[in-house]
């Protein structure tokens, strides 16, 4: 095998070398050792214009390689290099495709020897890096790039790059070195031989793996602590130097500045839960919320005994408790106590499963690479939690679904994993917690099932509180999709001999023959048409939404219909019911003759063998389309008079491609009755409860009236009157009056505003067709790239990832609709100014907000004071937070929606904001005042 390996890094024209891209800088480092031994550079001429893109990416111009080689005259240098050795690239598809076109071109033999990706071995390797471009592994390894996307120096990187990778191979377990060799087939590096060699040597060595590791059922993973930790619950010694006055914050604790409003919502979280009433707490920017309901839930835990859940909406969030906070309180408390994050079941790695994954041949490049990641993820996590996990590949949840804990978690085959199962690990933590990290989704979740997910709780501060009724109405409602359901079919797989039932039917064969082939051709066309069924069901619903849609003028793209299945008569929707009842005899019969397959076949198996693990998986996607069978029920043939039921499509999807779901209209009810009820103390906190300073509206919507709870308004501390201004041009256009007309000057408010802020700028959007407008018109204006423009659902990522690369560029312009209304902070210099296009009232044919404004409207109540107005005014304190985000930052808020003050209901807006500066003038004069606020001493 060689020992040499030559990292080569290319700088180009383009992307296309077939289409006549050209290199025009390479840099090539030679690794042998373990150590870089040469190194070789050289600008390349193209003999071609280098794109002006091209040029600013990487600082290459057309004087550069004016006097620069041809490739011509380095090929015989880069092939000296190559001859016996490994090629590497980090992306080596991109680079040697390159190298082999410029040689052909040159009259030379293209390469064809061994390659590593270091990309696809960072993936596997580091599987919890935060990204695989060059860039982030430099900075996430603290490794020096100077000059990103010069090819000597990428070179550079990519080769030391490439000596930690060799170096964390060589070190890995035996046991892993011999999975990682039978999944290296699959992979494009050539690994395979190389990895073998590094098990054999263990052999031949006795090379003892790290203390860290030990061999569980085949596979090695991170050991687990064999000391026992004490939870004991402990009495409060020296608590006086933390607490003051039984679980107030003391005034001389905190690290930053003493907060008389965080000691004034600390002691009222303190006596809610003391005296077991709920309350409701707004609490502005600035307040230290977060801290102020932290000590006293971990003074009443560890007083009492009783554990506290900490519910928040965002991941961000979460992270922001256990990573800050917590940390905080443990280093500063004199008293140990112990916080558990717990997730739903999914969110955790299932050895079992992926042990059984692993032992079956592979079906695609994804699975390959994602067992690979696993096998070193396991050596590494404490926790199993797919946050953890950067898994590769678009259907990465796909992926996951194989290897997650499901309900078989509970089943005979998982029980030989409990002891290593991160799920059971993670519910016996959060049983001994004194604080219990979860979020609504689960909460509400635990709320629904009869076998509770949570342990007992009686005490509950649920943050970011004003999505509450939303998670709750979505987790008490139900909904199915096409795709759900072809994943669930596909895994039993009667069709398919990868699936579970085929590979479970050639293992009775091979040892009872019981079941007869008759019997196995029955069940095989069964559900050949039980498969048709379902298909032609969601079929006939698409097509039902597209005609219901036409009728109505939906707008193209996603087509939404709202329908109620007991008052539906018309001939279509009498052919869906049939359907729906010919489904359901159809399963009957296949569910009695697999129950009866399963029940038969649990007496043959092995224990804890990969054939009990599949048969107990196959019985959990049977109990999966059972589920889905009710919802179908529930969806399609029954109705309920609190409930709102609606279909959506892709207009442009597939011709089964259907999404149902069905949400209670009102939860307060629901919410009366199964939570607050049942809780002691309930603390219900956000930025956003109030409006007109009154809790009436949450009070109300959220089924509080007869609990009387506690109620507390806390503005923020910032100085919003010298921090910030409320800008308004006065002469904008009104959408009603044309949507272009609008979009135009919106685009050149944006595009002028950003000069003055010099980017910084945020831009909050009600609908995504109006910021992809808005986007490529400001993308005409801008061709000179003045402004780094990013723009959600535009530009590729998630909500954190364009956050991220907003605040790595100096001039960013972000236009982001949906989510970027709450949830995000960018502190400081990095955000200016905030523009919000228009006030945002929620969309009118949003089916739950028609459903809502139908029921106020038999109350004989206004929709709009009742629904349409106060959902608006509380996105728009959220909104409106994005800006100030600590006691320095400084900034405007400019509103192009002129309704804000032209209109009668504009007060509520306004009376929603702290006390600030606002301005009302001409466009032009609104971009002078933006001027002076920002420049003037």
């Avoid at 095989?524 to 039980?530: A, Q, R």
């Avoid at 929620?842 to 459903?851: V, Y």
């Amino acid at each position: 095998m060689p020992r040499k390996f030559v990292v080569i890094d290319t700088e180009t024209t383009g992307n296309a070398p077939k289409k006549g891209d050209r290199i025009i800088q390479i840099g090539v480092s030679v690794v042998e050792g373990n150590r870089v031994t040469e190194t070789f550079s050289s600008f390349v001429n193209p003999f071609k214009h280098i794109p002006v893109f091209i040029q600013q990416l990487t600082g290459i111009d057309d004087e550069d390689v004016a006097d620069a080689p041809s490739f011509t005259e380095i090929a015989p240098k880069i092939l000296d290099l190559l001859e016996d050795a490994y090629f590497v690239a980090h992306n080596v598809p991109f680079d040697l495709n390159f190298i082999n076109q410029e040689l052909q071109d040159a009259g030379f033999s293209p390469f064809v020897g061994k390659v590593i990706d270091t990309v696809e071995c960072a993936r596997i390797l580091y599987p919890s890096a935060p990204g695989y471009q060059l860039s982030q592994l430099a900075e996430w390894l603290e490794i020096t790039h100077v000059r990103p996307h010069q090819a000597d120096s990428d070179a550079i990187v990519t080769a030391s790059l490439l000596i930690m990778l060799l170096n964390k191979l060589e070190n890995l377990p035996q046991r892993t070195l011999k999975w990682l060799g039978s999944l290296a087939s699959g992979l494009e590096s050539d690994i395979e031989q190389w990895i073998k060699e590094r098990k054999n040597e263990k052999i031949r060595w006795s090379v003892e793996d790290e203390d860290f590791v030990e061999e569980f059922k085949g596979i090695a993973l991170k050991k687990t602590s064999t000391t026992e930790t004490s939870y004991k619950k402990e009495n409060l010694e020296g608590e006086s130097s933390f607490f003051s006055q039984n679980g107030r914050l003391a005034s001389n604790w905190n690290q930053y500045e003493h907060r008389p409003a965080q000691e004034q919502m600390s002691t009222e979280v303190k006596e809610a839960f003391e005296n077991r009433h709920h309350a409701l707490i707004e609490a502005g920017t600035g307040i230290g919320k977060t801290i102020a309901y932290l000590v006293p839930a971990l003074y009443y835990s560890k007083k009492t005994g009783r554990n506290v859940v900490i519910s928040t909406h965002t991941i961000t969030l979460q992270e922001q408790l256990m990573q800050k906070e917590i940390p905080l309180l443990q280093a500063t408390v004199p008293f140990s106590f112990h916080t558990v994050l717990l997730k739903g079941k999914s969110h955790y790695l299932c050895l079992r499963k992926f042990k059984q994954l692993l032992t079956t041949a592979p079906s695609t490049y994804e699975e390959v690479l994602g067992l690979s990641q696993i096998l070193i993820w396991i050596l590494e996590t404490d926790t199993g939690d797919v946050e953890e996990i950067n898994i590769a590949g678009g259907s990465a949840s796909t992926f996951w679904e194989k290897v997650c804990t499901d309900d078989s978690v509970f089943s005979k085959a998982s029980q030989p994993w409990t002891s290593r199962n991160f799920y059971e690990r993670a519910k016996e933590k959060a049983n001994k917690a004194d604080l219990l990290i979860t979020n609504h989704a689960l909460l509400f979740a635990d709320i629904k099932k009869e076998d509770r997910l949570l342990p007992p709780y009686k005490h509950v501060v649920v943050d970011e509180a004003h999505h509450l009724d939303e998670l709750a109405s979505k987790n008490l409602g139900d909904q199915i999709n096409y795709f759900y359901l072809n994943q669930v079919l596909h895994r039993i797989g009667v069709l398919d001999k990868t699936g579970l039932f085929q590979q479970l039917f050639v293992y009775e064969q091979s040892i009872d023959y019981f079941f007869s082939s008759a019997w196995y051709q029955r069940r095989e066309d069964y559900f050949t048409l039980l498969k048709y069924e379902m298909d032609e069901l969601f079929r006939m619903l698409h097509q039902f939404c597209r005609n219901q849609s036409i009728q109505k003028r939906t707008d193209v793209g996603k087509l939404s219909i709202r329908y109620n299945p007991g008052r539906e008569d018309s001939p279509e929707w009498r052919a869906i019911k049939d359907s729906v009842k010919r489904i359901l005899v159809l399963f009957e019969e296949e569910e009695t003759a697999w129950l009866s397959f399963y029940d038969h076949l649990s007496h043959l198996v092995r224990p804890a063998s990969n054939e009990e693990g599949m048969l107990y998986d196959f019985k959990t996607a049977v109990e999966q389309i059972e589920g889905i069978c009710e919802s179908l029920v529930s969806l399609l043939l029954e109705e309920d008079d609190n409930f709102v039921y609606w279909m959506e499509v892709d207009n442009k999807g597939a011709a089964n491609a259907t999404y149902l779901y069905t949400r209670p209209v009102d939860v307060s009810d629901l919410l009366a009755d199964r939570f607050f009820a049942e809780k002691d103390s309930i603390i219900l906190t956000s930025a956003a409860l109030t409006i007109k300073d009154s809790f009436s509206y949450v009070i109300q919507k959220w089924g509080l009236a007869d609990f009387g709870p506690s109620k507390l308004q806390l503005t923020s501390t910032y100085s919003f009157d010298k921090q910030a201004k409320l800008l308004v041009p006065e002469d904008m256009a009104l959408i009603k009056d044309g949507e272009k007309d609008f979009i135009m000057e919106t685009a050149e408010f944006i595009y002028h505003a950003a000069s003055i802020t010099e980017g910084k700028m945020l831009v909050l959007f009600t609908s995504f067709d109006m910021l992809r407008k808005t986007y490529h018109q400001l993308k005409k204006w801008d061709e000179e790239s003045d402004f780094a423009l990013i723009a959600q659902g535009v530009k590729s990522g998630s909500r954190s990832k364009l956050m991220k690369t907003f605040k790595q560029h100096e001039q960013a312009i972000l236009l982001g609709t949906n989510a970027f209304w709450e949830g995000i902070d960018i502190p400081g210099e990095d955000l200016s100014c905030l523009v919000i296009v228009r006030l945002p009232f929620p969309p009118p044919d949003e089916p739950q907000t028609q459903a809502r404004i139908e029921q106020v409207k038999k109350e004989g109540k206004s929709a709009f004071s009742h629904v349409t107005l106060p959902q608006a005014v509380l996105r728009f304190k959220q909104g409106f937070g994005r800006l100030i985000r600590h006691k320095n930052d400084k900034g405007v808020v400019v509103v192009l929606d002129r309704r804000i003050l032209q209109s009668n209901y504009g007060s509520d807006f306004i009376q929603s904001l702290p006390q600030l500066p606002i301005v009302q003038k001409p466009s032009d004069d609104i971009l002078n005042e933006m001027a002076t606020f920002f420049y003037e001493k």
